[in-house]
């Protein structure tokens, strides 16, 4: 009977807790969200990114490569902070991306108008204010094989004071994750973090470049 009455009160501890961590975390998504405008940029915001490599192989009728990739991007957003102790302990939430603001990152040397980027990602928000998100893209460019393919990556509408281009260290172009059975393969690559100045405009608008080659798989 006593044990009977002791797995009693631990299945009640355990169903509290889980209904006690929903309703924490409902709470904090409401807090964060409720009066924040994902249409309006943080302010001044340093951007770190970094492309992670999947898979690249390149078409010797149209002479363009079509790369698949991670592109990893990790900012601050005072809006987006809490106190965990106020919560649960909770010190992380993932939200929809659609609910915070994202950098508006283009592929310049894309030969398509509209690139191809998963917006469905979660973004993952710390306590601190610390948003990282890792949407899957895929890059159409031109290029052949054996020679020089350039990845122009960078924010389309804001310059480098409002949003300072940050590589990922060590390198913000990174191929641990390519795959084995991808048909082409990297033989060399150099990336780095590249400031223009336009006719238009005073400010400097940075982008990430990144150049590559590619053979065939043997």
């Not at 610390?130 to 924010?155: D, H, M």
């Amino acid at each position: 009977m006593a044990a009977l009455h002791v797995a009693v009160i631990l299945s009640c501890c355990i169903v509290q807790t889980i209904v006690l961590g929903c309703t924490t975390k409902e709470r904090l998504f409401r807090d964060l969200t409720n009066d924040y405008n994902a249409g309006i940029d943080p302010g001044k915001t340093q951007l770190t990114i970094g492309i992670h490599l999947i898979c690249a192989d390149f078409d010797k009728e149209t002479g363009t490569v079509t790369a698949n990739a991670w592109e990893q991007m990790t900012w601050k957003d005072s809006r987006l902070k809490w106190i965990p102790a106020e919560y649960g302990g909770i010190d992380n939430i993932r939200l929809p991306s659609s609910s915070v603001w994202t950098p508006d990152l283009a592929h310049y040397t894309s030969i398509k108008s509209i690139d191809e980027r998963d917006t469905s990602a979660n973004a993952i928000v710390n306590s601190d204010g610390t948003v990282l998100w890792v949407p899957r893209a895929t890059y159409r460019i031109n290029c052949k094989e054996g020679s020089e393919c350039l990845l122009r990556i960078g924010s389309w509408t804001y310059d480098g004071i409002s949003l300072e281009l940050k590589a990922e260290e060590p390198d913000v172009f990174d191929l641990q994750y390519y795959q084995d059975s991808c048909p082409s393969v990297v033989t060399s690559h150099k990336s780095e973090v590249v400031t223009r100045y336009y006719p238009c405009c005073k400010e400097p608008y940075p982008t990430a470049d990144i150049s590559f080659t590619l053979k065939r798989r043997e």
